[in-house]
């Protein structure tokens, strides 16, 4: 590291956080790396559904803050949504009330009860951020590229003999043995891509009983079906018994996505952790490494405020 700009990082992970924490890095004046183990197209965050919403991650009171802050951003992306992969679209939320949640939610605008017409039950009215993630992850390695930063595909065994004075770990489920951090585990969630037959709004609909839940995102590649929340299950094979279950609890909702034709079969592990780590920690030599991983399923959904915060922990540009 002897002679390198004091200013330069290395992000070593290539997801949504990890893309999305260099952006904010490289246009606050930092010379920014990202290493990463394969390409974006082929990350957990490749996999997302990506609805914004504040789900399954702790801790709540900082999360709703990192989520409304990236909220304001997906907004305006919104507004270019063929080059960001950003769209606003509305939807329900079942077996959900406004009571339930924390503070954040009387910031979202619009978010509402639901209507008889709307849900049959409790569920709450949103217009949100749907994000194309086929999209949008080509389009943050962009604006990383166009603000300086590089992106070099790396394996690294150990954040500690990273060439560089500082360090932002944003590996995911990988800091279990990178770290190492036997607090990461993985969630397994399955998807189904079907042929939209018409459908323009989301639904979810959550069993909190069951590691099954029910959703369905209209995207632009196809109609997005879930899902599965199973904890500590490492399999990224599809089982297609559980896509019938996926496709059959859908079509409750939404009869004609039964006869659907199927377009492809997803598997990711969401990077669960009980409540994200985001630490700076000294190196040798007076280097420094941010840790920065932990989101679960909600990486999409607080990115933005979250890679603000890790920036703040890096510190300004010499």
Known sequence: MRGEP??????VGGGVVGLTTAVVLAEGGR????????????????????????????????????AL???????????????????MVEGVHGETRLDSLGPWAARVPGLRAARAGE?????????????????????????????????????????????????????????RDLVPDA????????????????????????????????????????????????????SLTPDPAVAERIVA????????????RVLGHRVGLRPARHAVRLERVPLPGGRVLVHHYGHGGAGVTVAWGCARQAAGLVGPAA
Do not use: K
């Not at 004091?6 to 992000?11: D, F, Q």
């Open 249 to 260: 609890r859908c079509a409750v909702f939404r009869p004609e996505i039964a006869q659907a």
């Open 69 to 87: 802050q990236s909220l304001a951003v997906y907004e305006e992306l919104a507004a270019r949504p063929e080059e960001t992969g950003v769209r």
């Open 119 to 175: 849900y049959p039950g409790t569920g709450l009215w949103a217009r949100l951020p749907l994000i194309d993630m086929p999209a949008h992850l080509p389009w943050l390695r962009e604006r990383l590229l166009r603000a300086g930063g590089t992106v070099e595909e790396r394996t690294v065994r150990d954040l500690a003999a990273v060439d560089a004075p500082v360090v932002v770990n944003c590996t995911g489920l990988g800091a």
């Open 6 to 11: 004091s200013g330069e990082v290395v992000v």
């Open 183 to 234: 607090e990461v585990r993985p969630v397994r969630g399955q998807l189904v891509v079907v042929e939209n037959p018409g459908i323009t709004t989301w639904l979810t609909s959550v069993d909190h009983a069951s590691a099954a839940t029910t959703y369905f995102f209209p995207q632009p590649g196809g109609l997005v079906l879930g899902g599965t929340a199973e904890e500590d299950v490492w």
């Open 31 to 66: 010379r920014v790396r990202v290493w990463t183990r394969e390409p974006a197209e082929r990350t957990t965050s490749a996999v997302a559904g990506a609805l914004w919403w504040p789900y399954r991650i702790e801790p709540v009171s900082l999360a709703g803050e990192w």
